[in-house]
């Protein structure tokens, strides 16, 4: 009796295992679809054919679909498929709110301990990524977005990692992406991405100084610029 309980227990904790494995899978290469402009706005998909091509069955991949449709990378259409959520107003006024308040904590936190070992290293992990994004923009005008948004990604979270609360976190990721260079047109892209990476400098210059009202200063510049381009954008779609 203990026998056939302890191997059904084993054959159902080795299946969920297999499905969030697979759904790991499927949410991430989803949402890399989506950073490299593989999926493209205005265009209606099929979960049926997502799933055929991604050689996975469909509950994975509805269960990811799910959670972007949560996260507001995609938006779900009963009985005809999905596509991507071009972010309105209120989601751009939303994540400028959630993100101010969390940005600025932590760069407060990070200008005011600027002299520890600890807070270096981060300014130093901050400054890699605008090495990187630097790069990318140096070797011709078609940036890859993706890799750009991953480096941007790693700037704003490493700040977050100082502080070290998962709560943090959780909320965050679900607006950062509001803000990326793919959800902007076309004619916006290369310079947002040139003027993100100097609002970085100025912000990781700001609280290597130790001087707490220019890094809440620079940072609420660096969101300002972002709100004021996204509406742009929507309003020229």
């Not at 790069?135 to 890859?144: E, P, Q």
Request: charged share 20%.
């Amino acid at each position: 009796m203990y026998g056939v309980s302890s191997t059904s227990t084993m054959k159902v904790w080795l299946y969920m295992c297999d499905y969030k494995h697979l759904h790991k899978l499927a949410y991430e290469r989803l949402r890399e679809m989506i950073y490299s402009r593989e999926l493209k706005f205005g265009v209606m998909y099929s979960e049926t054919r997502l799933a055929s091509q991604m050689s996975m069955s469909r509950t994975p991949i509805r269960d990811a679909l799910t959670q972007l449709n949560r996260e507001r990378y995609i938006d779900i259409i009963p009985n005809r498929g999905f596509q991507l959520h071009l972010p309105d107003e209120n989601d751009i006024w939303e994540a400028y709110h959630v993100r101010m308040m969390i940005e600025c904590y932590c760069g407060q936190k990070l200008a005011s301990d600027y002299q520890t070992q600890s807070a270096q290293n981060t300014f130093d992990k901050m400054q890699e990524c605008l090495y990187h994004q630097s790069a990318l923009l140096g070797r011709s005008h078609d940036i890859d977005l993706n890799r750009f948004w991953r480096e941007d990604q790693e700037f704003h979270f490493a700040a977050l990692s100082y502080i070290n609360v998962s709560a943090f976190n959780l909320q965050y990721d679900t607006f950062l992406h509001i803000f990326m260079p793919q959800n902007l047109r076309s004619h916006f892209v290369l310079g947002r991405s040139q003027s993100t990476i100097a609002e970085h400098q100025n912000i990781i210059q700001c609280m290597r100084s130790g001087d707490i009202e220019k890094t809440t200063e620079a940072i609420q510049q660096h969101l300002n610029t972002s709100v004021r381009l996204s509406l742009s954008s929507n309003e020229r779609s």
